[in-house]
Structure formats: C-alpha cells, structure tokens
C-alpha cells in the first residue's frame, strides 16, 4: 500500500486525467463489443487483436512516411472489409450456435491473428511517432501528452457519430430490429444476413481506430491483444448491452479505477485489480437478482 | 495363431527399438560432423531474437568449418546444427530437448533464447547429462541450482544494472544516491532488481519506488508521475523491449527530469531508431559492443565481426547474436582440449575453460556462469537526428564520457 497519491494532490489530477484519458479510449473498444454481442450474441475474443492489427495498419503508413493519426480514416476503412470477410469466413457459421461455440471460434481467430502480425509485422514492440508534444498543467506538475487527448477526443467524435448513424439511417435501425428479435426482423424483410455482416465490419472499423490511436500513445506487439479483450469485456458486462451513455462512463470509471489502483496497490496489481472488480461486479449482480426473485416469490 | 501375431509385433518392436537405440548412440558424431542440437524461437513473441541467436550460431558454424573445423585425436570434423522451432514456449522448448536427446541422438546441446526457455530446458539437459553451453538465458536462478551441465558465456542478469549505480554513486561523490526502480515481474528482469538491491546496499543507497511492472505492460504513466514527485537520482527500468520503448515514450511525453536513466534491451528494441532524439542520454546494459577490444582468431575483433555479420545477414549484429557465436567457440576449444567425444570428458573441459574471444573472456564459475566478462553500459548519444551508442563503462573500454546528469526537457530541443 502506498498512499503517496493522498499527499500530493497534484498526483491525484495526474491520475484522473490519465485515467479518464484511458478510459474513453478503452469505452470505444468497449462499444464496439456490446454493438456485436448485442445484435449477434457473440462474445469476440479476438476483440482486441483486430485492434492491434489496426494498429499496425497505421503503424505501416508511419513507416512510408505518412503522419500515423491519418489511420484513424485509413484503418477503419480497412478494418471494415476485413471484419466483413471475418464474417462471411466463419462468424456466419457460429452466429446463431451458442455462445460457446462463439467463444471457441473467435479464439482461434485471436491465434491465427496474432500469428499472422508477427509473420508479417515480426515481434518486435514497435511504436509511431505523432509529436503532438505535451501540454502542461499547473505549472508542469501535470502533464498531458496531447496524443492522448486527441485519442479521446477521436474517440468521441466517433462514438457520437456512429450513435447518430445508428438513429437516423436506414441500415443502423435494421441493425437495432435485429438486435431487438432477429427473427421478426427477418419476416419484416430486414436481410439479417446483410446486417449481421456490417455490423461485425462496424465492430471491426472501431477496432481499427482503437488501434490507430494506441500506436501513437501507447505501444504495439503481435501479442498483446488479450487486455483490451478483457477491458472490453469488462465494461460491457458493467455497462449492459445497448447503452452507449452506460458504456462510455463504465469505460473512464475503468481507466480511473485502474490509475487508482496502480497507484495506491502497487502497479503488479493493476490488471488484478481489475479482474477483482470483475468478481465483485458479478457477484453483486447475482446478489441483486437473487434478492428480487424473492420479493416476486 | 493369435500368440504368433503377438510374438512377431514384439520382436518386430523390438528390433525399430534397437535400431533406434543403436543408430542414435552414435548419432553424436556422424561421419565427418559434429551433431549439435538446440530448439530456438523460431516463431512467436521472441522469434526476432531466437532468429537473432540462430544467425549468431550459423555465422559460427560456418566459420569454424571453413577455417578446419575441430580436430578431435588428430581427426578434422565439422560442426552441424539441429534445429527445432519452440515457438517461444517453454513446454514446447523441453518436449523438443527430450527430442533432440532421445530420437536425434543430440549428445551436446546449445541453448535456446531468453532465460524462461534455458530454464524449461536444463532440467532436461541436466537429467540426461547432457553439456549444453548457452549463449541466451542470463537470469541468476539458472546459475544457483547446481547445475553440472549448464554453461552461460553471458554476464548473469544481477550484474547488468550493478555499475550503473555504481556510476552514480561516483558521480554523487561516492555518497548513496535515491533510486526510483520499476522491474517487470519476469525471471530476467527480477534478477536485475536483485543486482540493484545488492548494489544499493553496497553503496548506502535508497530505494524511494520499487514498482513491478505487469508482463502485459504498456502504460507505466502511474510511476512516471511518481517519480516526477519524488525526485529520485537514478530512474532504473527494466522490461524487456516493451519496457524500454514505454518508458522512454512517457518519460518524454510527460516531461519526466531525472538526472540518470538507466535501462536494458536499448538495442533489441533499437531505441534510438525508433524513438530519435528522445533516448539520448539513456543508459544502457549490454553484454557485448562492437567497439571492446577483445581479439579471437575465427572472427577477429568485434569491429569485425560486425562487419561480416551485416555482409552476411544485411543488419548490425545485436549482442544477442554475437554471444551465439561464442558460444560455438567455447565448445570448439573444449571439443579441442578433450580430444575426445565422451560426454563427461566434454563437460569437464568446458569446466576448465579459460579463452578469450571476441566477444569477451571466457571463464566458467561454479554454477556455470562466466565470470571472466564485465557487462559495459553504453549512452545514447545523437547529432541532429542520428543517435548513436557509445560505451561509456566501464572507463577501460570507454569511447566517450558518460553524460551526467542528463538535461531538463524545458532545455532539450
């Protein structure tokens, strides 16, 4: 334990912010998990692959001399394509199988993923350089790396745009219909089909602007998808299905809950913590239900 | 009719097993070769390494071959290497020693990469008295089991942060100095701890944040902060690659003024490509630099190892690669001075091993680490945009002077 972080006080903002930066970060990962388990009721553990491999995407146009933070419009796009074809290769077969199968099947896509970035990308850590700088708080005792604040800012602007999308367009309401019962949608003549692809393309797509974001602040490496699979995860089971506000507070309540936590527990503790709360969440959760099917009874 | 069917599976079994036993006996030797086994992370998360050590090895090999070979009782032999790929997992690793003793007949082995893997594999190693000279696992716990059969021509990782303490404890006036510290929590990078808590005793030091980095690390902004508050001497980080390549991100980002960096894996993570002018005036641990003084008569200096390694493979040499090739020196010599291939007769020669290569001076301690060679730290120093590594400990073999303490970001460009 250490509790240097209740003395300075400046610790505190620093932890906040970085938290909070984090967090919105992970809620867009996050988002992108609910929409597809949502609509298709499948939990993807290559969640957090397809955002390293749209990591690389921008992290291979830093390479050619192109400034990384055009990835986050180039890597979407592709990443839309390559969840379509994820798709239609096999998430179609598992789509309406139980939810083990789904897991069984996304796992080994997680595999042959990390297997293909390190074929082509090697294994070597690599990062993109934005040099955005740093802006500084309080007389440089807080600082802020600006790619950071424009990774949450990019994040937001797409989590809004796409819950506009989702409201107002024709195919975002056909995704909603089938996420509400799939098989009315089917006889009112939504091709689910159709839907189910773009809507694993759109997961994919906000994966790509994840992982564009991450390699110009944090670092990228075939195999370190698995935490933001478990983040996601995480902060889809806290916030729900369905319920964007939920998810985006859940995913900055996250970042803080771990800034805190690596500050007063020690950093080894920092992804145990968050597997902790994992277990209270879900245990509380049990507790809650229980206590109202017995005022029903 | 039954019993026949029986009797005939059996001899039959019986003889494959005998051929088997039989063939590989003597598969040690074959012909005119010397049959060296090792399992390498071909693919996987250390595959550019395991590929850094097999080119170390095969630059060796061929060598050796092409300036005679090995005389063993007035006989010239060659060197050939089996190799499997572990695919950087230690379960792996093991199952393919057991291969490489048990059905290819491997009587002396060379190590895999990086500490985790050497330790799934020495047990095998070991359990059937097999000499294995490794080039790739420096973690002290290797040295400490009493092993009889390990030998390590690499620096144990407790000595790799050791002078950089020193160094600042030096420049402090030989006063202790405050150390602010974040290891991952892998075999490797704990022993390197241990080298530094040692150290800070030595040395009255004080250890004012001893943070453990988690094996999926990529965000250590946590201790950053703290370290910015506490205001250490020394900042000491060790994470493999990743933990480099972090902490030099954050440290600039978020405008961390320490007047000492201290780190390791700066080359295998090449710092100063990927991160420019923001690694200058890191320092790093490393086992070996092109530009020591040491001389052999394969490879001639360090200098020029390098330069036939990047004719033959298209990149520098990382340490990695050139301590593999020592590797294959060390069992040469011994080979030579047994003039025998029994086992036992082999280990004991390399027990008594006392060379110097290019890479370093080459003496076993007890537990099989060498003990002959000091690590070197080297500095990040750039002009304009090329940074450049240049030793600066310890003084014998120092090209430039060490840079202390290093400049406040508000006066870096």
Redesign the interface.
Known sequence: MDF?IFK?P??MV??SL?GIL?GILFALIAYGMALQWGVMNIINIAQGDLVILGGYIAYTMYLVGIHPAWGVIVSPIIMYFVGVLLYKLVINKVVDRDLFISILATFGIAIVFQ?LM??IF??????A?SEYG?T?LFD??V?L?N?KIFSAFISVLYAVALVIYMKKSRLGRAIRATAQNARAAKILGVDTEKVYAATFGINAALCGIAGALISIT??L????G??YTVRSFMIVIVAGLGNLPAVALSGMGLGLFE?FA??IL???F??GAVFMLLVFILVYRRFKLSKKREYLK | MNKLVKLFITSISAITLALVSFTSSFAKVEGDYIVLGSAISLTGKYSSNGVHTQNGYNMAVERINKMGGVEVQGKKYKFEIIYYDDESNPKRAAQLAERLIKQDGVHYMLGPYSSGLTKAIAPVTEKYKIPMVEANGASRSLFTKGYKYLFAVLSPANQYLEVAIDLAVEKNGGKGVRIAQAFEQDAFSQDVRLGILDAAKRTGSEIIIDDKLPKELNDMAATLAKVKATKPDVLVVSGHTKGALTAIRQISEMKVDVPMLAMTHCDAAKLSKQHGKKSEYALCASQWHKNLSYKDKFFGSGKKYDKDFKKEFGYAPPYQSAESSAALLVFKDAFERANSFDRDAVRDALVDTEMQTFYGNIKFGPGGQNVAKPMILFQVRCKGDECENKVVAPTKWASDKFYHPIPKWSERS
């Open positions: 240097l300075a400046m610790l620093q932890a970085d984090l297997q390190n074929f090697g294994a070597d850590v690599v990062v350089q740093t500084m440089n005792s600082t790396p790619s944090l670092t490496h075939p195999y370190v698995l935490p800034e690596d500050y020690g950093t080894e920092r992804i």
